[in-house]
């Protein structure tokens, strides 16, 4: 349960993601947003790794390279699909297409790599989350676009995530946290700044800007990754990105908390699917666990 109870708390920071954002001053280029967050949370767990260096760690297997090539890969697609996407489609719709499709990506690449497939209970409980999250979605209303670009990067970014669950989960049960995610965000890291130097052009962030970078970074970024991949050591990759339908919880609460939103009465709906949908596939993984 406490692979859960982790996986949800780095939900509710990915959830501070678009609050923090919120505060950005306007202009900020989103590609540069993106590239400088995996710049942060790479130096954040190069000093954590560093700091909390043993004789444990050093002695652990050796890094799968190809892998971790790999996770920095999903990584770094994520997050420029996510932010190309929501150009697009929009913040509401992009954010549900992409966080509802990744646990469904992921439960399919489990079944189809890993040779595991997801009960129908678990099924069951993802599929009222995806229906929850859209409801949420239409009831706080806001700017859509029905784009086919604008959803293709949103499916792609659900993609990379869900793909970078089920890729890195072995990598941290060999080779530990930390030191697992300090390379893969390095590299990802090095592989988003020429990409946005191309997209994004020069970048030009006040005080403020580089404020709420760090904060993505580190905090929205680094420490709930970490809380994640510490979650992926107990809970299957699928569950884990199932879990993750509780951001838009978070982001939902903080709308109303500090943004000042009026939740419509669809939207409380949508929160209330959401919510089942977690329940179900939190007592889906409870109960594969008690028989395995």
């Known amino acids: 349960m406490h692979g859960v109870v982790l996986v949800l708390l780095a939900a509710v920071l990915w959830g501070t993601t678009g609050t923090a954002h919120s505060f950005a001053p306007a202009g900020m280029p989103p590609f540069w947003v993106g590239a400088l967050r995996l710049v942060m949370a790479g130096a954040f767990f190069l000093l954590l790794n560093r700091l909390l260096h043993t004789r444990t760690t050093a002695s652990a297997a050796p890094l799968n390279w190809v892998r971790v090539l790999l996770c920095a890969l999903c990584m770094v697609t994520y997050n420029m699909a996510f932010f190309a996407g929501l150009q697009y489609t929009g913040i509401g719709l992009g954010t549900a297409v992409a966080i509802g499709s990744s646990p469904v990506w992921a439960g399919l690449l489990q079944a189809l790599i890993l040779r595991r497939w997801p009960n129908r209970l678990w099924w069951l409980g993802t599929a009222i989350g995806v229906a929850g999250g859209f409801v949420m979605t239409l009831g706080k209303g806001g700017a859509m676009h029905t784009s086919f670009i604008g959803l293709a990067l949103c499916l792609l970014a659900g993609f990379a995530y869900g793909a970078y669950a089920i890729v890195s989960q072995p990598l941290i049960l060999q080779s530990g946290v930390t030191r697992v995610n300090a390379w893969v965000f390095f590299s990802a890291a090095l592989i988003a700044l020429p990409i946005a130097v191309a ?28 809380l994640f991949s510490i979650g992926l050591r107990s809970v299957s990759a699928a569950t884990s990105v199932a879990l993750s339908k509780f951001e838009p919880i978070t982001a939902f609460a903080l709308s109303i908390w500090v943004v000042g939103e009026s939740p419509s009465w669809l939207a409380l709906v949508g929160l209330a699917l959401v919510l089942l949908g977690l329940w179900l596939v939190v007592h889906s993984e409870m109960r594969q666990n008690r028989q395995a």
């Open 199 to 226: 997209l994004g052009g020069t970048p030009d962030f006040n005080a403020q800007g580089w404020a709420v970078v760090v904060y993505l970074g580190v905090v929205a970024t680094g420490v709930a990754y970490l």
